[in-house]
């Protein structure tokens, strides 16, 4: 079977991986947000303009925080959207708005009732009021851990340290809701702002319950082969048990190795249709990559998936693709140039050594001259790069980055400078 039959059969069906409308989800998260503006006509019920925002703050925070936890979630945008990258990055955005009015609200209730600084950590159990007050306090005190740790001090704290801080703003979620349910004075007053915060406060319940069953219901996968390639990287084939997965190219899954361990995501190599036989090469890194190689053969992974929309403007072919890979970042564009039998596609591969780059022969036989391994370690130079295509290519292409923080950072800052602008720039980072 030649390469191009095995790309027709392997992709007879077309995947949808369209990216995240922003737009759309611009007018939903607006829209969302009208019924806790409904109260701005009616400070005076709330004891004037201080309380009355003081209180509106509160419930925009709410609902932010809650589009925060959908987006964040990703079983459950991805019933809406395989597009990860851009729910993440909404997710974050939406964050930092969350937290202006999360941090007004008790601001503004502090000045209202003309307290000091030691009115927004004061802790009392006493009394029902007090009690919802406390449990506001406790989210705000949360908040500031989520934050703080998402933000100035990202750069302090390792990758594990931030995802755990993360599991919080579940906790916190409930507290918002709560808290607000039972103090609200708009929601007090106001049955249809009730019944919109008891519709919050139950999706906010059924995503967080979604996440928790999630790995339960995830497709069970049973490890069929392990091969060792080069010093520091392991070639996995995995079966599917039951349900197979159908990850298009440069799409990826999320694979656990037990049902209560953490799951990481793992870009597809290889899907094959008859069997759903699935291919990740995988970088040695931290602890999972080393519990995934002591696995045997015949063991059961949880995958879930398949997501992401990375490559999704290069399958669509209309454009010369230019791909950039740091090293392992290789992985999601296998399958791509696979696919684009026809060609068009130009890769710089950043490796230490041209001879044992991983994929490196068969994506020399693939792509002949325009397999480029550059060298790895070192800042990517964008500009022999684009003189390599030719100025006039590289002005119409498309341009892929992809590999761990540091390298996709680099090459894109290089690319930039370079005048190739945002618009053609697509970056996969192996680190959310
Ligand atoms: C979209 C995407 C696709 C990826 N595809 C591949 C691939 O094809 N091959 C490959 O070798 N690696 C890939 N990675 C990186 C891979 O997920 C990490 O190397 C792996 O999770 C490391 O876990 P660890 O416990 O072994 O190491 P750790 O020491 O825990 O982590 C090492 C680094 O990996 C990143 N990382 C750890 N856990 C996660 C997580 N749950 N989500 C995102 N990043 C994490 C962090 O940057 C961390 O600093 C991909 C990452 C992303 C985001």
Same mark, same amino acid.
């Given at each position: ?220 996968? =049973? #490890?069929?082969?392990?091969?060792? !390639? &080069? ?5 996995? %084939?995995? +079966?599917?048990?039951?349900? @197979? $997965? ?88 296998? =399958? #791509?140039?696979?696919?684009?039998? !026809? &060609? ?5 591969? %950043?490796? +230490?050594?041209?001879?044992? @780059? $991983? ?74």
């Amino acid at each position: 079977m030649t390469v191009q039959d095995d790309v027709a059969r392997r992709h007879r069906a077309p995947v949808a991986l369209r990216p995240l409308n922003r737009g759309f989800t611009a007018v939903l998260v607006g829209a969302s947000l009208l019924p806790a503006l409904v109260p701005l006509t009616l400070l005076d019920e709330a004891g004037g303009p201080v309380p009355g925002l003081a209180n509106i703050a509160g419930l925009v925070g709410g609902v932010l925080i809650w589009w925060q936890a959908v987006l964040g979630i990703r079983q459950v945008s991805a019933l809406f959207t395989p597009d990860r990258g851009g729910a993440v990055a909404l997710h974050a955005w939406l964050g930092s708005a969350g937290a202006f009015f999360v941090l007004l609200h008790p601001l503004m209730e502090m000045i209202a009732d003309r307290h000091g600084l030691a009115y927004l950590v004061r802790i009392d159990f006493t009394w029902v009021e007090s009690t919802y007050t406390s449990l506001g306090r406790i989210a705000f005190l949360m908040f500031c851990a989520l934050w703080l740790v998402s933000t100035l001090a990202r750069a302090a704290v390792r990758y594990r340290t931030w995802h755990y801080v993360h599991y919080l703003s579940y906790p916190l979620g409930a507290l918002v809701f709560v808290h607000a349910y039972g103090q609200g004075t708009f929601i007090l007053d106001l049955w249809w702002l009730r019944a919109y915060w008891l519709a919050l406060g139950a999706t906010f319940a059924a995503a967080c319950g979604w996440r928790l069953a999630a790995p339960l219901l995830a497709p069970r996968y =049973e #490890l069929t082969g392990a091969a060792r !390639e &080069g010093a520091s990287a392991t070639v996995y %084939a995995i +079966r599917p048990r039951g349900r @197979a $997965l159908r990850p298009g190219p440069g799409q990826f899954c999320h694979l656990r190795t037990r049902l209560l361990s953490r799951a990481h995501p793992l870009s597809v190599v290889r899907t094959d249709p008859d069997s759903g036989e699935l291919l990740f090469a995988v970088r040695d890194a931290g602890p999972f990559t080393a519990e995934f190689r002591r696995l045997a053969p015949g063991a059961t992974l949880y995958v879930d998936g398949p997501h992401g929309t990375f490559t999704h403007e290069a399958l669509r072919g209309a454009r010369p693709v230019v791909l950039v890979a740091g090293g392992i970042g290789v992985t999601p564009f296998v =399958e #791509l140039v696979r696919s684009r039998p !026809e &060609g068009g596609a130009v890769l710089f591969h %950043a490796v +230490r050594s041209p001879a044992t @780059a $991983l994929f490196g022969a068969e994506l020399r036989e693939l792509l002949g001259p325009d397999y480029v391994p550059v060298p790895g370690g070192v800042p990517f130079d964008a500009r022999a790069a684009l003189d390599r295509l030719g100025r006039g290519t590289a002005r119409r292409a498309l341009f892929f980055v992809c590999g761990g923080p540091g390298f996709t950072a680099d090459a894109v800052a290089a690319l930039r400078a370079e005048g190739v602008e945002d618009r053609r720039l697509h970056v996969e980072r192996f680190e959310w």
